[in-house]
């Protein structure tokens, strides 16, 4: 792998879809980060069937403080690991009104010191919200990168440097959502979808698929 093919690369997934959005719906900074949260270890399709009835009656910490623990577990018992992620929730909604004037912040130490934001859920709010330059590698990112040759790496760290590093400047802030598609549609974990993938013949996977 090159910079030439990874050019390549990156420009096929462009034409492809210009502008790629994360699969989460929100319509504001504080649904984004609330729904990141949520998603850890579940789908954007679970999220957004939970998020849909809850932003409707609580879409700031102060709606979803005042729903207190069980208000807001009923809203989001669907979603593995709710308890959990319910906890967090309220306590990060906490920190927003007591720390951020209720705003989430664009700066990747305040959002880590939120409970249930770790680096892929910072990185995230930073690309998605605020258009900085961070790559949030999950499971379908760290596949791709290394069965394609892109960006291999023996972790999630080491793949999002390596990323950073080797993806073209232009392509850089929208990276992160065209190889989290591509892993999730195409490049599939079990069988992937070589036979119909517009970036085979640059990709340096040796089983491929027919």
């Known amino acids: 792998m090159n910079r030439v093919k990874r050019t390549e690369i990156f420009q ?7 502008e790629p959005r994360t699969e989460l719906r929100y319509d504001s900074n504080f649904e984004l980060l609330i729904s990141v949260i949520l998603s850890a270890q579940a789908t954007d399709v679970s999220v957004n069937k939970a998020t849909e009835g809850l932003y409707r009656v609580a879409n700031t910490p102060e709606a979803i403080l005042a729903l207190g623990s069980d208000g807001l577990k009923e809203h989001i018992k669907t979603i593995g690991l709710y308890n959990s992620k319910a906890e967090n929730i ?14 989430v912040p664009a700066d990747r130490e305040a959002l880590e010191a939120l409970p249930g934001v770790g680096r892929k859920t910072a990185n995230v709010v930073l690309n998605t919200a605020f258009r900085q330059l961070a790559m949030a590698v999950d499971t379908h990112i ?12 023996k972790n999630v760290l080491e793949v999002e440097k390596r990323l950073i590093k080797l993806v073209p400047e232009e392509f850089l802030l929208d990276a992160h959502h065209w ?13 992937p979808r070589c036979a119909t993938c517009l970036i ?8 491929k698929t027919d």
């Open 200 to 207: 085979a013949d640059l990709c340096e996977y040796r089983k």
């Open 142 to 153: 760290f596949r791709v990168s290394n069965r394609t040759g892109i960006a291999p790496g």
């Open 90 to 103: 309220l306590k990060t909604c906490a920190i927003l009104i007591s720390q951020h004037q209720s705003q």
């Open 12 to 18: 096929r997934l462009r034409q492809q879809n210009p």
């Open 179 to 191: 190889l989290i598609l591509h892993g999730r549609y195409v490049c599939l974990a079990r069988k």
